[in-house]
């Protein structure tokens, strides 16, 4: 038999919790027979000792129950469920900055809806229109070439735009179902649910030299791979 234990290190040579005092011998696991750990979450470290073992509430050293060990794994993946929805959007913004940033105003803002339509209806039927034809007048270039510079940058942006919106997408749907796919049914099922929020998928390959590739992978949840997923998808 083992018991579940829940512990914050102690100072090497007082063994007292760090909790309570800085550890200035150096931090390590409490001298527990047989303790091994599979789980931590904030300051605290989980595992089984030996059932012979002594704990002490005081010193931070606590017996727990699978019940409890469950609900902190529960807590941790709900933590960067919490996480990962803010992260998502900021590596959106990020991304857009990178990606849109270099469209000028007058290349997207001005060129949507009737600079957008005009320049369309010039390509298709020459239909003369006083704004394209006095901007390409002043620019000193044709309205048949602003036109088509217009209509190629404006669908260009769409294109982006939208491939980023659907990827942040495809995250924030994958962390909303992240709590729902949790297993609590055992300490091992649900630490097996914490591992799988971690896991990654292939997204491309990159050339890294004549003739050979590397893998890209990015996070099947975690969007900080949004940018690789981005590139390569």
């Known amino acids: 038999m083992a018991k579940n234990i829940k512990w914050i290190k102690v100072d090497s040579v007082t063994g007292v919790s760090e909790a309570t005092t800085k550890a200035t011998n150096g931090a390590v696991n409490p ?12 300051q605290y470290k989980y595992g089984t000792a030996d059932d012979s073992v002594s704990t002490d509430d005081s ?8 019940a409890e060990w469950i609900s902190d794994i529960y ?14 959007y900021e590596k959106e913004l990020d991304l857009r900055k990178k ?3 270099t469209y000028a105003d007058s290349v ?6 009737y600079k ?15 704004g394209l034809t006095t901007e390409a ?17 404006h669908e260009a942006y769409i294109t982006k735009e939208a491939k980023i919106t659907g990827l942040r997408g495809l995250y924030s749907d994958r962390i909303d179902g992240i709590i729902a796919g949790i297993d609590t049914s055992t300490v091992a099922k649900a630490l097996e649910s914490l591992a799988g929020i971690h896991t990654s998928e292939k997204v491309g390959e990159r050339t ?18 949004l940018v690789n997923r981005y590139e390569f998808s």
Do not use: C, Q
Request: hydrophobic fraction near 40%; glycine fraction near 12%.
């Open 31 to 42: 001298n527990l027979s047989g303790l091994t750990e599979t789980f931590d979450w904030g």
């Open 59 to 66: 010193n931070h050293i606590h017996e727990i129950t699978d």
């Open 75 to 88: 807590g941790k993946i709900d933590e960067f469920v919490r996480t990962w929805k803010v992260v998502a």
């Open 99 to 101: 990606e849109l940033g």
């Open 108 to 113: 997207y803002a001005s060129a949507s809806g």
């Open 116 to 130: 957008y339509d005009a320049a369309t209806a010039f390509i298709s039927s020459a239909t003369p229109n006083a």
């Open 137 to 153: 007048f002043y620019r000193g270039t044709t309205v048949g070439t602003l036109a088509a510079k217009i209509k190629t940058n």
């Open 208 to 225: 890294i030299g004549v003739g050979m590739t590397e893998d890209v992978n990015a996070g099947f949840y975690n969007p900080e791979g």
